[in-house]
């Protein structure tokens, strides 16, 4: 027997609500893996803490650590659509609002962090808000993500409207330029992650650039993507150690082929782009082969070939 709430949501399964399961309440292999995944630093952070393992300073070496899975965890968010439409996968799709909570829920933690830092003196947090500039933008950063997980929900969707909706959630652009100066601001001397992580948001940017402008990349497009995302890392990267340590630029722009000094972030740009290229390859040739099979067979036929 059942009972008449009136309302549909009351009548839906409890599993439709879990984050590793479908809109049909059954569990999703790609929801399953992308939660694991998402759970897995916390889980890691939260043995290091108990083991005693977090160093001399535990607490900075937990902001910083919680603090750099927000960053990676807002690329992989923006990523989502780029490579949905790159390798045609539209079951990324259905991880995009799991890794975009994610997000706001790992920026929390950084601020809760920082606020056991400082002997929760609430206070003194906020005065280190307006008075820090890099604490000031990572806490305007916060406040937008804050808004886009608030409307994240197939029902503010609705209210909202798809066009304001959308509107709304391109925040998530300026978001990524606030976090990115806030993690270059914390990192003092060594920025090479801020710059391989500017080098990555770069391509994503162009990537929609591109779509906006000219429409989905071929394969050709996706090589000029990756060549142009990685020569703006680079020259952005000389540009930046040329001024600050009043290096001739020429000698930095010839340090990035210097390989004896490492790998400068720049290739890692390129290779990250070119192995979207090669995956979008791959998969668009297989989907072409699929599609020339299924139309050698008629439906109507039996599944025999056709004459």
């Given amino acids: 027997m059942s009972v008449v709430t009136g309302s549909r949501r009351m ?4 599993a439709v609500y879990l984050p590793w ?7 999703s292999s790609a929801k399953l893996i992308t939660f694991l995944t998402l759970l897995a630093p916390a889980l890691l952070l939260l043995y290091d803490s108990q083991a005693g393992t977090l160093g001399p300073r535990p607490w900075e070496e937990a902001i910083g650590r919680v ?3 927000s960053v990676v965890f807002l690329l992989a968010s ?6 949905r439409r790159a390798l045609r996968w539209n079951g990324l799709f259905a991880v995009r609002r799991m890794i975009g909570v994610s997000v706001f829920l790992t920026v929390m933690l950084h601020l809760l962090l920082y606020t056991g830092q400082q002997s ?5 947090v906020a005065g280190e808000i307006i008075l820090r500039f890099y604490l000031t933008i990572g806490f305007v950063a916060l406040l937008a993500l804050a808004a886009l997980a608030a409307t994240s929900t197939d029902g503010m969707i609705r209210r909202l409207g798809g066009k304001r909706w959308q509107l709304l959630h391109k925040l998530v652009y300026p978001i990524g330029l606030l ?17 391989l992580f500017s080098g990555l948001f770069t391509w994503l940017m162009l990537y929609r650039l591109w779509c906006w402008r000219l429409g989905d990349p071929a394969v050709v497009g996706l090589v000029l993507l990756a060549v142009g995302a990685a020569l703006l890392t680079g020259i952005g990267e000389s540009i930046g150690i040329s001024l600050k340590h009043n290096v001739p630029l020429p000698v930095m722009l010839q340090s990035q082929f210097d390989f004896g000094i490492g790998i400068r972030p720049a290739w890692w740009v390129l290779g990250a782009g070119l192995a979207i290229t090669f995956a979008a390859v ?3 040739a297989r989907a072409g082969t699929i599609n020339r099979s299924a139309r050698q067979y008629n439906p109507g036929n039996g599944g025999r070939p056709a004459r």
């Fill in 11 to 14: 009548s839906r399964p409890f």
């Fill in 21 to 27: 399961t479908d809109r049909t309440g059954r569990i």
């Fill in 67 to 69: 603090g750099w899975w």
């Fill in 78 to 83: 923006l990523a989502v659509t780029p490579l």
């Fill in 120 to 124: 929760w003196d609430l206070p003194k």
């Fill in 179 to 195: 976090a990115l100066v806030h993690f270059f601001l914390q990192s003092k001397n060594d920025v090479t992650e801020p710059i």
């Fill in 282 to 284: 791959i998969r668009r």
